[in-house]
């Protein structure tokens, strides 16, 4: 056949009265020489295509071969046709629907679509053979062309993953929380080739999303090269074993994907611990998904039968090192309770940073006291608390605290976990809110944090609301926002605002609370408590003229 063209007309012709002679579809796969390599001769309804061996080299280059093959039925391509494309990585499927006079009557030619399009493939159909006269050759290098522009560049062990949410509500919402799972992705070293948002009326309880949606999402990661499906919602243990068997890919959920970011950015033995913790008790209900089929036979009298399942072990073991972790952060949290208990009595007082994650927190800090703390622009840089000394002009210092960043649906796990690291929030005289000004979804945000917060038992806590990265905000938007929150506007790159948050938070510690504290005290003096007079005095000279000083 010349190899310019898809088919030729003649044996299209030919294909298509043959076929309706023999009651049964036939196909061809021709190499791109135009050579025909294979004749396949299927039944009434389907083809049966044999092993083509291994694919050419390359994830933006095809087979090489295309498949022509005719349907006895008015129907076009099949969702088997395209799933044979998708997944053998055809050049192209062409299918010759062959009249009752065995006449082709139209004719469809389906490609693929390069990763990141609306759509997996596209289909293209013609009323008569003539109307197809696109050169094969240019089609089919304008095609690989276009996928290895779309090929994106892994590194050395890096995995590629199809990230997947399922909503009943707005679907708006849903959107914007993958795209911040995306971002988490990204943290976590994963490669992000696609995204796939479903809204269904109800969450379907054995695969979340529906056996025929999980069936296009296995074909969406062969065609992208996905090797690791990450869902946006926690799955059920059965959801996870049931999509993991049915894809043959790995599979995640938000709070999986959380956990590894906190383990890999841990450093500290307390973080450590934590995020170990975190782990355990997300991994302990799941252990069921391991194979129970090995057993420890025992023997002896009373010992004889299966014994003691591998499940079982694996949940004493789990059991055991729960409760040892859980020990160990018990002693580190009552040495971190005997520092602060220090920092009370020299009396210094203590500002802690909150703020959801990558609002520039650690930035701030820097910026603040002349620091190098680790601050990158990703989610959770920052794990473990630091604490640094800052002074002010006259002589007064107090100690500024970075927390761990907070996020939307924070797993339970991990709040528990880094409770006694929160409680750093719980203890301070202040609070800093640390909000990116540039950020759209910044009262989302806030919300988030401000409930994490009454969550912790810290609503009580006085808050400061500072808006960082003001030098890439909307001046009239961060100018709203200021007058709405009482807010601080700084720039912890430029140094922009700083010195009017500094003054301000030097007031409110020094300055507001000196005056509030004797106002207590006068009020508690002019009562008829005569124990709370007493209480409310503080110790004083008194001068006696006849009997002299005394205490």
């Keep these: 056949m010349p190899a310019d063209r898809f088919v030729q007309p003649e044996l299209a012709r030919r294909l298509c009265e043959l076929s309706r002679q023999a009651g049964r579809q036939i196909g061809l796969l021709i190499d791109r ?10 039944d009434a309804h389907q083809l049966f295509i044999p092993d083509l061996g291994r694919e050419r080299a390359g994830r933006s280059r095809f087979r090489g071969l295309r498949l022509v093959h005719t349907h006895l039925r008015a129907e076009g391509l099949s969702h088997d046709d395209l799933t044979d494309l998708s997944l053998l990585r055809l050049d192209a499927i062409v299918v010759l629907l062959a009249g009752e006079d065995g006449l082709p009557t139209s004719i469809e030619v389906g490609h693929l679509l390069p990763p990141g399009s609306a759509e997996m493939w596209r289909v293209d159909r013609y009323p008569q053979l003539g109307a197809l006269n696109e050169d094969f050759q240019a089609f089919i290098r304008d095609l690989e062309a276009q996928f290895g522009e779309n090929n994106k560049i892994r590194l050395p062990g890096q995995e590629a993953a ?25 943290t976590a070293g994963l490669l992000v ?33 996905a090797e690791v499906l990450v869902f946006d919602q926690d799955l059920s243990p059965s959801q996870l074993r049931n999509i993991a068997t049915e894809t043959e890919l790995k599979v995640l959920d938000r709070t999986q994907l959380i956990l590894d ?23 302990k209900p799941r252990l069921a998904l391991m194979t129970t089929a090995m057993s420890r036979l025992t023997g002896g009298i009373g010992g004889r039968g299966p014994g003691e399942t591998k499940l079982e072990i694996n949940r004493r073991r789990a059991d055991e090192r729960l409760h040892r972790v859980e020990k160990q952060l018990k002693d580190i949290a009552s040495e971190r309770n005997m520092r602060r208990a220090r920092r009370r009595r020299v009396g210094l007082p203590l500002v802690a940073i909150i ?9 701030l800090l820097n910026r603040m006291t002349q620091s190098s703390v680790d601050a990158e622009d990703k989610l959770f840089a920052t794990l473990d608390p630091t604490s640094r000394r800052m002074r002010f002009p006259e002589e007064r210092e107090i100690i500024l605290t970075d927390t761990v960043g907070f996020i939307r ?18 203890d301070a005289d202040l609070l800093l809110h640390v909000l990116n000004a540039a950020d759209p979804e910044i009262e989302i945000h806030k919300a988030t944090v401000d409930e994490v917060c009454r969550s912790l038992g810290a609503a009580e806590t006085p808050v400061m609301v500072v808006l960082n990265q003001i030098d890439r905000a909307d001046v009239d938007r961060v100018h709203a926002l200021t007058e709405t929150w009482e807010a ?6 430029t140094g922009e605002g700083l010195p009017a948050l500094m003054e301000r938070i030097e007031r409110v510690l020094f300055r507001e609370a000196r005056a509030e504290a004797w106002s207590r005290r006068a009020e508690v003096t002019v009562g008829e408590d005569e124990t709370a007079i007493e209480e409310a005095e503080a110790p004083c000279e008194v001068y006696d003229l006849e009997e002299g000083p005394a205490t």
């Design 33 to 42: 020489n135009g050579v025909i390599d294979k004749v396949i001769v299927g």
């Design 162 to 186: 199809l990230l997947v949410s399922v909503t009943t509500g707005d679907a708006r919402s849903a959107r914007d929380s993958l795209e911040e799972l995306g971002r988490l992705a990204g």
């Design 193 to 225: 080739l696609d995204q796939v948002l479903q809204v269904r009326r109800e969450l379907d309880g054995r695969t979340l999303i529906g056996s025929g949606k999980l069936k296009e999402l296995m074909l969406r990661c062969m065609h992208s090269g």
């Design 261 to 283: 970011i906190f383990a890999q950015r841990a450093t500290t033995r307390e973080g450590k611990l934590q995020v170990e913790l975190a782990q355990l008790r997300y991994r």
């Design 355 to 363: 703020g959801y994650t990558n609002a520039g927190k650690s930035t």
């Design 409 to 426: 649906r924070l797993p339970k796990d991990l709040l528990h976990a880094f409770r006694s690291t929160l409680d750093e929030a719980l």
């Design 488 to 493: 601080s506007a700084v720039s912890a790159v």
